[in-house]
């Protein structure tokens, strides 16, 4: 959802070229449709995400991304640890917005609570884009 939440975000500000996001998982499978709940959601907000699947994140990722942001405290620590090297550009993604905290998986919780995810991360990128760009133009 954050994916596409952004990548609206920045076709709208005639941006696209210049910043987009893609997702991995840090912890999860390859090949794996968005969640039918997700799904829902996202095209309630008019963005079709039925041909999105999942991906694990991997050392080629991290080297091509300017920036990482991830959803919880653990996924940040987990992906410091393995890439080391690119600690620098690895953040939580509510950071960007204000003070840091995690962002609940809605996963089998429910279309309430995608919807409610989704409203969440509409707000913290809206808040954030400014200082998303500033990081991922100084990385890359």
Known sequence: MAE??????????GLDDLCRAESAATWGMDGLPAADDGQQVMLERGLDTSTHRSRVITTEIV??????????????????FEFWNKEDKIYLLSEMAGPPFDIGDPYRRGI????????????ILENGIEKILELASENG
């Open 112 to 123: 309430k609570r995608f919807r409610a995810t989704a409203q969440e991360l509409d707000e």
């Open 63 to 80: 080297q091509k991304a300017d920036l990482i942001l991830a959803m919880e405290s653990g996924h940040v620590e987990a992906l410091k």
């Open 4 to 13: 596409a939440i952004f990548n609206q975000m920045m076709r709208v500000r």
